[in-house]
């Protein structure tokens, strides 16, 4: 079903007896406006989308140097930050190591 010449006459007429020819133009813009602000907040929730779509996609990035260093002084790593890994890399050096006599 498509408006045709006619209905949009219909409607316009009604809304010129509505509001009165004196706000037309100003309604008009108003909902040119709005129509406006609903494209670019679109626009922006599809970037937003594909940005998050790629991210997904981008393979896992390398391990930190901190993580690194955390995994060869046998720390384990998973779920833990930067900062709590350099924590725990300190505490590790600050421990006296074992040595063992011969």
């Given amino acids: 079903m498509t408006i045709g010449p006619?209905?949009?006459?219909?409607?316009?007429?009604i809304a010129v007896l509505l509001f009165g020819a004196s706000k037309l133009p100003e309604l008009a813009r108003s909902m040119g406006s709005s129509v406006g602000e609903f494209k670019k907040a679109q626009k922006e929730s599809e970037k937003s989308l594909r940005e998050f779509e790629k991210s997904l996609n981008d393979p896992i990035p390398d391990k930190t140097k901190v993580q690194e260093t955390a995994e060869k002084l046998g720390i384990n790593i998973k779920g833990k930050t930067d900062d709590q890994l350099l924590e725990e890399i300190q505490k590790n050096a600050e421990r006296p190591k074992e040595v063992s006599e011969p």
Avoid: A, D
């Fill in 6 to 13: 006619q209905e949009l006459i219909i409607i316009f007429g």
